[in-house]
Structure formats: structure tokens, C-alpha cells
């Protein structure tokens, strides 16, 4: 049984919230507020309807005025959107973050190992954990980087991990993103404008603070760079200004004080980077590049590549300059690895995952591909390749002609495809008009750092499912996002 | 700092200084219509015509428009994203340069370009525009200068706050002079005018206007306005922070400040000719200038103008870039090169 809330304590506003059948993050499902949220629903009862929709015009015209925003793709050029921003936080109380912690962390360092392992030796293949065909044939793996070693040995120094909560209000990974991930200024603005908001409250409930991920990330950055390097240049790479995250590289780039440079800055002569100045040519010795490996270097991966470096791929063999990430982790973020991830921490640290994947089955293998041609209008389809929610089916949602056409690819290109149960993912009160809370469906991305240690920012961006019913959170499909508070205490 | 930064901090406050003479040209043009008798579409045409010209924009306006009356012409300048020029053209790019470096600039300054950027793409725009041209022209004035101050005030005066100087000065000459040539038709193509009527006195004083110059101007002339006054006025006055003199200087200045060469030296072309074109400007008389026609002398000096801008760009920003497929092959011999080493 559900119910709204009854709890005194609750603005009025969220008086009349019902949980429904949900996983709701702040009410149970008898009504109860949880613990963790009490302090920050005592404090929020002081709050009006006025008072609520002035604050929340205040934020979205503060984000407009700074420009935080995105860029949206598929419209004409300079289209530019607010990252819509829900003002209730969603609170995670410290024993579960410990959790959630220790669990990200054994996740890096599995795949790390395991990206390792099949650019050298291949143990995990050869043992018959993984079978070869699967990496071998990935879109991702880079046969040109075997038996390349790469600074530190660290292949994936920043890691978007997408943390989803079942039913029961069970953590499960749904996605490592190990290439390019992003969202990270959101996370910092997100708590910057929720400072301003609501600044009575951070004294009183004890949240997390977030600021010093800049500061992790240069260390991070700095750490793999090339050796016998007393100042390394660090430089951040963008595709340039018309690019979705273009705000975050620039906000990245200031906070950590470091140059933002495209392709067409940088030039490779005997091996080595160099940038184009005012004062001539400079050294670069660490790129953080928000590039994918394919517009890299137009002399080693896409030859029509405007937005790479000639040579870059020869200097980073060379040893001469460093890459954050590495080139070829976009094999881990293959969802058919992804299946395979619980067995790499077996396998590699001899542990159970501290948080599990969602049930996964592989088109590629007959009897799991039977099963998800059966049922594909239960299933949740995706590509082994793609992100930010494109090239899915939510099969409970989706028509005849897209279940259809669904069918078709899975059974032509059985590889690129996986499938999952349909997970009824948590819910947050979330405002959607007029001074009303609905429940709306969320995830998590953490944002985890792998240098000399591994620094995971407490709480991380989470996304919200703004339409009723929704399950896709992402910026590009109408998603909206909120401030994450990691408490210090559990209550 | 990257040659791609100075460039656009270069042009941000080109692009800014650009948007804010256009507003102030346009703004005085507008009201002077009401001062002046038997206004037929000719006369309306002599009037506003000019006032293309200054821009340089000539041909693609009537590519644009059949005839120059006020409100093809302030649409032109004010409105137009064909015109790359316009007031909303040039806050654009204004903001465009801004963005691709976000990082380098502060967060005063980027949120104030981006309100005034807001401003000029929303209808608010418009129905100000509407209800009344002055205080629209008034807010993107007031935009520019708060803008400017922001620059001023918040920015390290580094490299790049010396570019962003050096496109300034360098729009703000070529414009005081470009304002200066508006009324041409009406003086001898040769020597001073003999003569002054109450039209030309309207028309110098809508200059004047246009370039902010007015108080400056009666603070040291007095209340005579006559073109030799006037011109001389905003080419030469020393102290006058929009003459083509002071301009020129600052600019020579900027210029010094990014290489570190001392003034009477120079180690590239643009510092060569902005030296040049300060001494010229400090030894030359007024006299001079009518005795070989105004027009004619203006246009020489626009095209010093841009030439130390040209120089700037080959000196600073300009690195020679190999095209693609050239880099490939640059990329080849030199890793070939290496394996040859190797064996």
C-alpha cells in the first residue's frame, strides 16, 4: 500500500505528494519521510509558493546570464538551452555513499586492469573468462595500442559511472562511460546555485562540499605526465565552441587555470606538442581531451578529422606527451562488456561487485538472443556503441513499427546489440508546475578520479526524467538535473 | 598565450566598440530629420546614403534594399544578421569571440556581454525599438561602455587585455574618421568651404554627436561649429579619448605593451606603421589636410588604419597553418625519418 505523505513536518507544498508504486528517494511508501531528509523538509516547510517560484526564477535567470548551458545538436547553429534544474536536492545519507564509494572504486580498478590486461598479455581472454571474439571484434579496441604502455599504466582516469535505484531501492551500475564522460560543471553549479538558494540549509544539515574536483582532476592530470617533466603544461582539448559540453570544457579549463585548446592550437614536430602563441611554439606535455579517439589524429584514425592533431598519436607513443583518457578504453564502455564487468572484478581483485549490474543479455548469444526477440515489447534494447540515450528502445513504450524495426537490426547485427529487464527506476519530488511536486524518475553519475588514488566527489550529477512517465534522463531528450547532497551524518 | 586567444579577445572588444559607434551614428542621424526642411525622397537619400558609406557596407545593402530611406537604413545597420556589420551582427560575434574564451575573461564581464546579447536576440529588443529608437540606441551605448569598463576594471592587464586594447582603438580610429568623411559631398573637393549656412551647422554637430565629441568639442572651441574646427578636432585633439590622434597612440601603445619594444623601435610591421602614423598625425596641420581634400586624405588614413591591422594579424595571430593533407604528409617523412634512426 502507498500513501501520501502524512509526516507533519512537510510544506505545504508537498502536502498532497504520493509516493505511488515507486522507489521513492524521500518518502516511504507509508508516508513516512525517511530519516535522511527530515532536516531538509523541516527547513523547506518555511518555503512558500512565492518564495519557491522567485528562487526558481532567480536560478534559471542566473543560468542564462552565465551561459550555463547547452548546446543542442541537430539545430541550427548556436541554439543554446538551460540545462533545466530542479531545485529539490536529492539527499544520499553517508553509510550508503560509503557504499556507493568503495563499489565505484572496485569498478575502476577492474576495468583499468582489465583494459591492461587485453592491451598486453589478454590472460582474461585466454583464460576463457571473456570470450576473445567479443573484444577482438569490439568497435572500440585499438590492435594498434597492444603492447603499448601508457603513463602510470592507467588507462581511464575519469570515469562517469550511471548509477540507477530499483524497485526496492537497490544501487545497480547501468553504464561506465570511460571515454569522454560529461557533467561534471553541473555537478559544481548545480551546489553554487543551491547555495545561493537555499543558504540557511548547508549550515544546518551538513552536505558534502564538491568544490575541490578541479583541484583532484589537475593532480590527476599532472600525475601522468611524461617522466622527467619538473612543470608539465596541462592543456584541455575541445572540439571548439559549437560542441554540447563547450561550456564545461571552458568551465573546467578556468577552474583548474589551465589553456582550453582546439585542434587547429596544437602542432607536432620531431614527436613532440607544441602550441601556437603569440610568442611563438610551447610544450604540451598532458592533454585532457574531450575527443574521441576516432577525431583524434587524422593520420591515424579518421582522415577527414578537422578537429584533431597531425602526429598526435606519434608524440603519445613517444612518451613524450600524456592522454587523460587513454586511447582505446572506449572498448569498456562497450555495453557487451559491460555484461561482462562482474566477472573482470572476479577475475582481477577476487571480490563480489559491490554493486551489481542490471540483468543484461547478450543478442549475440543464441539463447539470449531468442529471449530478446521474444520480448522485446518488456526489454529495453540498446546499442553496444552508442550514448547519451540514443539508438534505444524502451520496449513498454515504444509502438509496432519501432519494436519492428528493432527486430530487424538485432537479428542483422546481433553483436551491437544487448538487451535489459524495463527498470522501474526511483523517483524524486520534483516541481512541475505552479508550486506542485510529482514524483519523477532519476539516476546518478558519480564522477570518479584515478590518479595516484582514486578521489570520487561526494554525490555527482543527478539526472531527472522530466516528463511524466519518463525514463530517459539525458540533457539531449529532455532531461533536467539536480544538486546531489552527500550528508555527513545519516540523518 | 595562444595566438587563437588574442585573436578573439582581439575582435570581442572590436566587435563591441563596432556595435556602440553604429548605435551612436544612427541614434543622432534619426532625430536630425526633424530639423531639416523640404524633405524630399532625393534629399532623403543624400541624407542617409552617407551614412551607408561610412560603413563600407554599400554594396551589400543594395543588395539588400532598393533605396536608402531611414527605414531601410537603420534596419540595415541596426537589425540585419545579413549585415555582417549591424548592431545585432556585431554583438553577436561579439559574444561569439567572448565564449571561445570563456576561460580567459571574467565572469563580470562574460555575464554582462551575454545580457546585452540576451537583450538584442529577444522581442524585448524590438519593442523597445518601437516604442522608442533613443532608448534602445541608449541601452546597447550603455552595454558597450559597461562592457568596456568591465574590461577595464576586472581583467588582468596581461597580454590579451592589450589585444582586446589594440581592437578598440584600432575600430574606435577607423570609425572617427569614417564619421568625420560623412558630410564630404558638401565641402570643395579641394580647400576649406567658404562659406557655412544653418544646414552645415546641423550636420557637423550631428558628427560631432555621433562621436560623443560635442562637450569635448565646446569645451575647447567654443560654440562655433565649422568643418575645419570639427575635423580638426577629431583628428588631432591630443587629449580627446575618441580623435584619431589619441586613438592611433593608444593603439602604438598596446602594440609596444604586447612586444616589449621601446617607442622609436620596431621588430615587426604593425609596430612600424603605427609608429609612422602617430608621427604623421603629430606633424600634420588641418590646413594641410583641406588644401589636398578632406575625403581624399580620410581615405588614405583609413587604409593605414587597417593596414596595422593586417600587419597585427601576420605578426601575432597568423602562424603559418599547413592544410590537412600537407600536415599528413609533414607527419609521414618526419615519422619515417625516425624508423630509418631506429634501425
Known amino acids: 500500500m502507498t500513501s501520501a505523505l502524512k509526516s507533519k513536518p512537510a510544506s505545504a507544498m508537498l502536502a498532497g505528494y504520493n509516493p505511488e508504486l515507486f522507489f521513492d528517494e524521500m518518502v516511504s511508501a507509508d508516508g513516512e519521510i525517511r530519516p535522511h531528509y527530515a532536516k531538509f523538509a523541516e527547513l523547506f516547510q518555511a518555503t512558500t509558493k512565492e518564495s519557491f517560484d522567485s528562487k526558481r526564477q532567480a536560478v534559471d535567470l542566473a543560468f542564462m546570464r552565465q551561459g550555463v548551458t547547452f548546446n543542442v545538436y541537430g539545430d541550427s547553429a548556436g541554439t543554446e538551452k538551460i540545462f533545466p534544474f530542479d531545485l529539490l536536492p536529492r539527499i544520499i545519507p553517508n553509510k550508503e555513499w560509503e557504499m556507493l564509494e568503495r563499489g565505484l572504486a572496485q569498478r575502476i580498478t577492474a576495468l583499468n586492469l582489465f583494459l591492461h590486461d587485453i592491451y598486453h598479455e589478454q590472460k582474461i581472454l585466454k583464460d576463457g573468462v571473456i570470450p576473445p571474439q567479443y573484444v577482438l571484434s569490439g568497435k572500440h579496441f585499438r590492435r594498434e595500442f597492444v603492447n603499448f604502455n601508457v603513463p602510470k599504466d592507467i588507462y581511464i582516469h575519469i570515469c562517469g559511472t550511471d548509477l540507477i535505484r530499483d524497485d526496492k531501492g537497490n544501487y545497480l551500475v547501468l553504464e561506465d562511460n570511460g571515454r569522454c564522460p560529461s557533467g561534471v560543471s553541473y555537478v559544481l553549479e548545480n551546489r553554487r546555485a543551491l547555495k545561493r538558494t537555499f543558504p540557511e540549509m548547508f549550515e544546518t544539515i551538513g552536505v558534502r562540499p564538491v568544490e575541490n574536483y578541479p583541484q583532484e582532476l589537475l593532480r590527476t592530470l599532472q600525475y601522468i605526465a611524461p617522466a622527467g617533466v619538473a612543470y608539465p603544461r596541462v592543456v584541455l582539448l575541445t572540439p571548439g565552441a559549437y560542441n554540447s559540453a563547450y561550456f564545461e570544457h571552458t568551465y573546467l579549463a578556468r577552474q583548474m587555470g589551465i589553456e582550453i585548446v582546439e585542434g587547429r592550437d596544437l602542432v607536432v614536430r620531431n614527436a613532440r606538442v607544441f602550441m601556437r602563441t603569440t610568442k611563438g611554439l610551447q610544450p604540451v606535455h598532458v592533454i585532457y581531451r574531450r575527443l574521441d579517439d576516432d577525431f583524434l589524429d587524422p593520420t591515424v584514425f579518421r582522415r577527414d578529422s578537422m578537429l584533431g592533431v597531425p602526429g598526435l598519436v606519434n608524440a603519445y607513443r613517444s612518451g613524450n606527451v600524456s592522454l587523460a583518457n587513454s586511447i582505446g578504453t572506449g572498448i569498456a564502455d562497450d555495453k557487451v562488456m559491460y555484461y561482462f564487468v562482474p566477472r573482470m572484478i572476479k577475475y582481477y581483485l577476487d571480490q563480489d561487485p559491490i554493486i551489481p549490474n542490471v540483468d543484461t543479455y547478450l543478442a549475440s548469444e543464441e539463447a539470449d538472443k531468442k529471449y530478446i526477440l521474444e520480448n522485446l515489447e518488456k526489454l529495453v534494447v540498446k546499442a553496444a556503441n552508442e550514448s547519451g540515450g540514443y539508438g534505444m528502445l524502451i520496449g513498454p513504450k515504444a509502438t509496432k513499427a519501432e519494436i519492428a524495426e528493432f527486430r530487424k537490426k538485432v537479428e542483422a547485427e546481433p553483436r551491437n546489440y544487448i538487451a535489459q529487464p524495463t527498470i522501474s527506476l526511483s523517483r524524486h519530488p520534483t516541481h512541475v508546475n505552479d508550486g506542485l511536486f510529482e514524483g519523477r524518475h532519476i539516476d546518478l553519475r558519480p564522477f570518479v578520479l584515478y590518479g595516484e588514488k582514486i578521489v570520487t566527489v561526494p554525490g555527482g550529477l543527478t539526472r531527472v526524467a522530466l516528463r511524466q512517465g519518463s525514463l530517459v534522463v539525458n540533457s539531449s531528450q529532455g532531461g533536467g538535473s539536480k544538486d546531489t547532497w552527500v550528508l555527513y551524518g545519516d540523518e | ?343
Open chain 2, 1 to 343: 598565450m595562444l595566438s587563437r586567444v588574442a585573436n578573439s579577445l582581439y575582435w570581442m572588444s572590436r566587435y563591441i566598440e563596432r556595435a556602440e559607434n553604429i548605435a551612436r551614428i544612427v541614434d543622432v542621424n534619426l532625430p536630425l530629420l526633424l530639423d531639416l526642411r523640404d524633405l524630399n525622397e532625393k534629399r532623403l537619400a543624400a541624407h542617409w546614403l552617407p551614412i551607408v558609406q561610412t560603413t563600407g557596407d554599400e554594396e551589400l545593402f543594395f543588395a539588400l534594399h532598393k533605396k536608402a530611406t531611414a527605414k531601410n537604413v537603420t534596419e540595415f545597420l541596426v537589425f540585419q544578421m545579413e549585415n555582417p556589420n549591424s548592431i545585432v551582427s556585431s554583438i553577436c560575434q561579439a559574444r561569439e569571440n567572448a565564449r571561445m574564451v570563456r576561460d580567459q575573461i571574467t565572469i563580470e564581464l562574460w555575464e554582462e556581454l551575454n545580457r546585452l546579447y540576451w537583450f538584442v536576440r529577444t522581442n524585448t529588443a524590438r519593442q523597445v525599438w518601437k516604442e522608442s529608437p533613443s532608448e534602445y540606441f541608449q541601452q546597447i551605448k550603455a552595454g558597450s561602455l559597461h562592457i568596456i569598463g568591465l574590461t577595464d576594471a576586472t581583467l588582468i592587464h596581461n597580454e590579451g587585455w592589450w589585444f582586446a586594447q589594440a581592437g578598440k582603438f584600432l575600430e574606435r580610429a577607423d570609425k572617427t574618421s569614417r564619421i568625420l568623411d560623412l558630410r564630404y559631398q558638401t565641402l570643395p573637393e579641394k580647400g576649406a568651404p567658404k562659406s557655412v549656412n544653418q544646414e552645415d551647422v546641423l550636420e557637423w554637430s550631428a558628427i560631432l554627436r555621433s562621436c560623443s565629441a560635442w562637450d569635448a568639442y565646446k569645451s575647447i572651441n567654443g560654440a562655433e561649429v565649422n568643418p575645419v574646427l570639427v575635423a580638426e578636432f577629431l583628428l588631432f585633439n591630443e587629449e580627446f579619448p575618441r580623435s584619431v590622434e589619441f586613438c592611433v597612440s593608444e593603439l602604438n601603445r598596446a602594440l609596444r605593451r604586447i612586444s616589449g619594444v621601446a617607442e622609436g623601435k620596431f621588430i615587426n610591421a604593425a609596430e612600424k606603421l603605427a609608429g609612422r602614423l602617430v608621427a604623421e598625425l603629430q606633424f600634420t596641420t588641418i590646413d594641410e589636410i583641406f588644401d589636398q581634400g578632406l575625403h581624399q586624405y580620410l581615405d588614405v588614413l583609413q587604409l593605414k588604419i587597417n593596414n596595422i591591422g593586417a600587419e597585427l594579424f601576420n605578426a601575432y595571430i597568423f602562424q603559418q597553418f599547413n592544410n590537412l593533407e600537407d600536415e599528413i604528409m609533414v607527419q609521414q617523412e618526419e615519422q619515417q625519418q625516425q624508423s630509418v634512426k631506429a634501425e
